[in-house]
């Protein structure tokens, strides 16, 4: 099975801050990663595909970059509405795997 | 716009059996691959199964395999996971998440349903 090891697990940032969340596949994955934001009792929202395609209706300051075994996502400028917890999921091969999730805190 | 809404949660006791559904709308609901993937207490999330289109391919995780199925009515817009023989460890909230369209990564989830094994 493929690990995802993301990192890190709880960041504490402020509005307007500009944040980076780590995804490290155990080998390749080509570029077969999505990032996903979960909210509490809602269910996960897709915002990046193939690594570094912007899902339609995300917001401009979310962008997904990598390939292989390493990849980010980035909050440009970080809004009241983005604190939650995203994560990274693997689709190279069944069975898909996830990193562990990154909780975004209000600093 | 696309819905997903898990139901048939609930408290079970070891060993015993329970069924997921999962009623999608919004979308034509024979033309996609479906997952379900669970997500422990306090735990990443972790894929469980996968169905073609037509229920004519399925996939498991290697912790839920002879014990989970997956299937679906196309009929009725609805994905089920059927869990027999259940185990502490498969306490989780479920989601089902739709594939999209002649991809690989699920684009659509619910809010999932949450199941509680427990004597």
């Known amino acids: 099975d493929i690990q995802m090891t993301q990192s890190p697990s709880t960041l504490s940032a402020s509005v307007g801050d500009r944040v980076t969340i780590t995804c490290r596949a155990s080998q390749s994955i080509s570029n077969w990663l999505a990032w996903y934001q979960h909210k509490p009792g809602k269910a996960p929202n897709l915002l990046i595909y193939d690594a570094s395609s912007l899902e339609s209706g995300v917001p401009s300051r979310f962008s997904g970059s990598g390939s292989g075994t390493e990849f980010t996502l980035t909050i440009s400028s970080l809004q009241p509405d983005d604190f939650a917890t995203y994560f990274c999921q693997q689709y190279n091969s069944y069975p898909y795997t996830f990193g562990q999730g990154t909780k975004l805190e209000i600093k | 716009q696309v819905q997903l809404v898990e139901s048939g949660g609930g408290v079970v006791q070891p060993g015993r059996s329970l069924r997921l559904s999962c009623a999608a709308s919004?979308?034509?609901?024979?033309?996609?691959?479906m997952h379900w993937v669970r997500q422990a207490p306090d735990k990443g999330l972790e894929w469980v199964a996968v169905t073609s289109n037509d229920g004519s391919i399925r996939y498991y995780a290697d912790s839920v395999k002879g014990r989970f199925t997956v299937s679906r009515d196309n009929s009725k817009s609805t994905l089920y996971l059927q869990m027999n023989s259940l185990r502490a460890d498969d306490t989780a909230m479920y989601y089902c998440a739709r594939i999209r369209y002649s991809k690989s990564y699920p684009d659509n989830w619910g809010r999932g349903t949450l199941v509680t094994v427990s004597s």
């Open positions: 919004g979308f034509t609901f024979s033309t996609y691959g």
